[in-house]
């Protein structure tokens, strides 16, 4: 059975930062390509920032300089985090695990959810 189970989330002051991990479980987690993907109310989910099997890392444009992806095939962890968060950040965070870089379809297996409240 795959688990994905995030953590980190809460409420921050715009500017502020927080760290979300994402530890999996039930795959070979080094040949899963990963990501965070974030969903606000009335809003479509969309992809926040996406991690290669190998290394490789992607980024919406909104997060570019201020998110960073990384993971650690070791410990079957993803983690994201997230500086300078502004009030659009506010959204609940998903931990996604797929094999395939096709980053716009929304596939694989999901995490829970992590709510990221920003407060001004």
């Known amino acids: 059975q795959v688990q994905l189970v995030e953590s980190g989330g809460g409420l921050v002051q715009s500017g502020g930062s927080l760290r979300l991990s994402c530890v999996a479980s039930?795959?070979?987690?080094?040949?899963?390509?990963m990501a965070w993907y974030r969903q606000a109310p009335g809003t479509q989910r969309e992809l926040v920032a996406g991690?290669?099997?190998?290394?490789?890392?992607n980024y919406a444009d909104s997060v570019k300089g201020r998110f960073t992806i990384s993971r650690d095939n070791a410990k079957n962890t993803v983690a994201l985090q997230m500086n300078s968060l502004k009030l659009e950040d506010t959204a609940v965070y998903y931990c996604?695990?797929?094999?395939?870089?096709?980053?716009?379809?929304?596939?694989?297996?999901w995490g829970q959810g992590t709510q990221v409240t920003v407060s001004s």
């Open positions: 039930g795959i070979i987690f080094g040949i899963y390509d």
């Open positions: 996604n695990a797929r094999r395939g870089t096709m980053w716009s379809a929304l596939r694989g297996y």
């Open positions: 991690i290669t099997s190998g290394g490789r890392t």
